[in-house]
Structure formats: C-alpha cells, structure tokens
C-alpha cells in the first residue's frame, strides 16, 4: 500500500522537527541513527534513495548563540553557513556503520528551474548514485533570499524528485497522513489512507493540519503542494509519521500514512513535458541511419548530424528532423548551437579534441528525447 517496498528510486525529505532536538538544538543521533538503519536496508534491497535534509540553520543557530528569537535574513544565512557542516558530519557518521557515503549538495532554485543547471544538477545526482553515493540536499540557504528560494523542503524535495524522475516520494511529517480535519482540533476528524486525485475537496482538508509544527517551515498544505508537483512528474508521494524510530521500517511494518498516487509514469510524464511543454529553440537535421535509430529509442549521436539550425544553449529544446523535412522527434540538447555545429557529423570519440572539454557522447541523450506523432 505505501509502496515504498517497490519503488525503483526514492527521495525522503527529512525535516528539521525529526533531526534536531528542539531544546537543547543539537542533533538527535538516536532518531537519526534508527533512520540510517532504514536507509541501510532499502539499499541493500537495490533501491536508490536520496535525502532531502533539513536542519542546518536549526543547528547553526545554537553553535552562535542566536538562542530562540526571531532571525532576520543575514542571521539565518550566518547559521545556516555555520550549522551545514554538523548537518553532514551527523549524516556521515549516522551512515557509517552500514558502509555508506553521504554526499553534499546544496540547491538553489535556478538549479532546478534554469534547463541548463538543471541538466548540470540532475548529471552529478545520477552519478552519485551510480558511485553507490548517497545524496543529501538542502536548499542553499547561505544565498538564498526570502524572494529567491523554495520556501521550504517540502518543495525542494518535490523538485528534487522531479528531476531524477523517482517513483516515489516520501514526506516525513510530525502527523500520521493526510486527516480530514485537524484532528488536534477535531474529534470527529478520520484519517486518509489513499488519495488517488488531489481535488479542491483533498486540499480543503489540509487547512489548518501541523500549522504549528515543529522548528521546520512547512505544513500539510506546503506537503500537498509538493505531492501535485511529484504528481505531474508521475511520482507517487507518501506522507508518514516521522516521529518515531525508523520510520520508514514503521510504514512498512503497517503504520498509518498516506499514499497520494501519480497518474502516470515519471518517464511518460518527462517525455510528455519535452515533448509538449517546451519550445524548440533551434534543429537538428539528420540522416536516414540517425533518424532510424532514433525511431528505435537510441540516442543523437553527431556523427549522424548533417545540419545545425538556430542559436541553443545548453538544455534548451530543439527538434530534430530527418533530411526530407519531417519532425521526429524533441528533445534537450547537451551542447549549446556554436559547439554543435563544430561536432556535427563527428564520432563521439573526438568530442573533447574539438571542443576541448566534453559533456557526454551524445548530442541528445535517448532520456532526454521524446519521438514525435
């Protein structure tokens, strides 16, 4: 029912509340260690997970004595430039005894709105992961302003879910799910095992639920935002009780949450987004054996480019035709116009001598291109 034994890759936004005692502002290594227990076993299963950490401004704020008082911006980008480091030092020695490496990296949204960071972004996660590295992100909040940032990790994660096209994403929240009123307040209020359509009727009910939880930024309205933005990457979203020891191995074992279902598939829905969503900025024309193995599902190699039309950056869509005129397909280009041009027609093995650096063997890589009509 969660789903969270069957998902291929997952991300597990983790908040402030769960990870940071609240009265004495340090790390709470107990919880902390019975999750890294849960992280442990679902890589053991051959799941790919990435976290999504709070708790860095919550941590910075003790070791300046900024106490308990209201921050302005400059204060919480002091503490949060101060605190990031006992962040990773926890996570780091919360995933050593299982044999797992954490790896920082800190986003701020243009890495996840901007095509082109967001190609960079997506490039060092998915290799992350393939070094069997754990991924721990948080908003980059040393930079981030109150007009430029996510607002709050629910987001972030949802982003982050989005980008690397994870099945499922997991909210770790002080409540057990989605209710149908705030049960602290409503005797009569019952809870919402499954949401298969986020309706207006779905997000009346998150009024007023964990409106004053915790040290984080979030509630359950902020928590179903993030599952409609999972939701159109074709990502499932599963909000669970994080307050308690491993909370993951809790869900599993039968404990309440709340599992909002995607309606297709993140892969679908990615290609549907190029395919659909975006305006090409430019072409490639190809030839017969390049449009043949395009219809197969393979990549845009160069050397199967004849012309390059229009002026791209890096990430921005183009279409690709065949030399008769005919669309086959959209997709994101790796290269920007100016060093396309100079590869065209070129093996992929002599990329980096043309251009003096490279950004892959192919132009368009087959999970970036969507195939036309």
């Known amino acids: 029912m969660s789903g969270l034994a069957v998902a291929r890759r997952l991300v597990v936004k983790v908040g402030s509340s769960l990870l940071v005692d609240e009265a004495r502002g340090t790390v709470d290594h107990a919880w902390l260690s019975s999750f890294a227990e849960d992280a442990a076993r679902i890589r053991a299963r051959g799941q790919e997970l990435l976290i999504v950490s709070s708790g860095a401004i919550a941590l910075g704020r003790r070791r300046l004595g900024l106490g308990r008082k209201r921050l302005d911006l400059p204060a919480k980008q002091a503490a949060a430039a101060t605190g990031q480091s006992l962040l990773m030092h926890a996570w780091e020695e919360a995933f050593k005894p299982h044999g797992m490496i954490a790896a920082q990296i800190l986003l701020s949204p243009d890495d996840t709105e901007t095509r082109r960071r967001w190609l ?62 705030d049960p602290r307040k409503d005797a009569q209020a019952h809870h919402i095992p499954l949401v298969k359509d986020l309706t207006p009727e779905i997000d009346a009910m998150a009024g007023g639920v964990n409106a004053e939880a915790g040290v984080g930024s979030g509630g359950m309205a902020t928590k179903l935002a993030a599952a409609r933005i999972a939701a159109s990457a074709g990502c499932a979203t599963l909000i669970a009780l994080g307050a308690q020891a491993s909370p993951l191995n809790a869900v599993e074992a039968g404990a309440r ?50 012309v390059v039309e229009g002026r791209f950056e890096k990430g921005d869509a183009v279409v690709v035709r065949d030399e008769q005129g005919g669309e086959i397909a959209r997709g994101l280009s790796r290269y920007d116009a100016v060093d396309a041009e100079k590869i065209a027609g070129a093996r992929s093995s002599d990329i980096e001598a043309l251009l003096g650096y490279t950004a892959g063997a192919t132009l368009i890589h087959a999970d970036d291109l969507a195939l036309s009509g």
């Open 257 to 306: 949450s709340t599992l909002i279902e995607a309606r297709t598939t993140p892969s679908a829905a990615y290609k549907a987004w190029i395919g659909g969503s975006l305006a090409p900025q430019g072409a490639f024309i190809v030839d017969a054996g390049a449009a043949t193995a395009l219809k197969a599902g393979k990549s845009l190699l160069p050397a199967g480019v004849r």
């Open 120 to 181: 960079n972004a997506r490039a060092t996660l998915e290799r992350l992961i393939a070094l069997s590295v754990t991924p721990v992100i948080n908003e980059n909040d040393t930079v981030a302003t109150d007009e430029i940032r996510y607002g709050d990790n629910d987001r972030l994660a949802a982003r982050v879910a989005q980008m690397v096209g994870a099945d499922l994403l997991v909210l770790l929240s002080d409540i057990d799910g989605l209710y149908s009123a």
